[in-house]
């Protein structure tokens, strides 16, 4: 009996099948999921399976053991997505092992800055930097400052380059304006112009 079989013989019969677990702990899946919707608690028989799969190790961490998973912590280190998932809901700290990983997103970088760092995140400036959106944000929410190096991404976003100068240079933003009056909305250029209008170039006399 493989572990597929013993675990959906255990499944069928909803109950404990402690003659197959030797095979199903030789699987990722078929641990997680006997841990899960068989035992309804740690398996760590399986544990070792588990660790080397990202996805069931953070999944066995928040839904079985709901704490840390050291075991597994080395593959979930692999992903963007689980290191920031793992450091935001089940360390609810950093995950120093994972950001390096993390840093190759631009979606989990901006997020681990402003959700578990609550702080700018160096390391992946350069992922947030290729996305207008998460520079805008960065800039907004974590640096509360300008973001240079994500000032040319946002600049090919009409939304992202207005906001920019609204919110966090609260002053033009020439490399955003081609594209505000380019893609924008009419609301959008119209209060644009309110909020920075052109300065009247000084007259000149002739005497």
């Not at 572990?3 to 078929?30: C, D, H, M, Q, V």
């Not at 399976?49 to 079985?64: G, M």
């Not at 280190?77 to 609810?92: N, Q, R, T, V, W």
């Not at 040319?152 to 009056?181: H, N, T």
Request: hydrophobic share 40%.
């Amino acid at each position: 009996m493989n572990a597929k079989e013993a675990y959906e013989y255990a499944l069928n019969r909803k109950a404990p099948f402690p003659n197959g677990e030797a095979a199903i702990a030789t699987s990722s899946l078929e641990s997680y999921c006997y841990a899960r919707f068989v035992l309804g608690k740690p398996f760590p028989l399986g544990e070792a399976a588990i660790a080397t799969d990202a996805e069931w190790s953070y999944l066995y961490a928040k839904e079985i053991l709901k704490g840390a998973f050291p075991l597994g912590e080395a593959m979930i280190a692999k992903c963007p997505f689980d290191s920031y998932g793992y450091a935001m809901h089940i360390l609810e700290t950093p995950f120093p092992l994972g950001e390096k990983a993390i840093a190759k997103n631009a979606q989990c970088s901006y997020l681990y800055a402003h959700n578990v760092l609550q702080a700018p995140f160096p390391l992946g400036e350069a992922v947030i930097a290729t996305d207008s959106l998460h520079s805008y944000r960065y800039a907004v929410n974590v640096l509360k400052a300008p973001f240079r190096l994500g000032e040319k991404v946002i600049a090919k976003c009409s939304v992202s380059s207005f906001d920019y100068a609204r919110y966090v240079l609260k002053a033009p933003f020439p490399l955003g304006e081609r594209i505000i009056f380019k893609m924008g909305t009419e609301f959008m250029q119209n209060k644009y112009k309110e909020l920075f209008p052109k300065k009247k170039k000084p007259a000149f006399f002739t005497y």
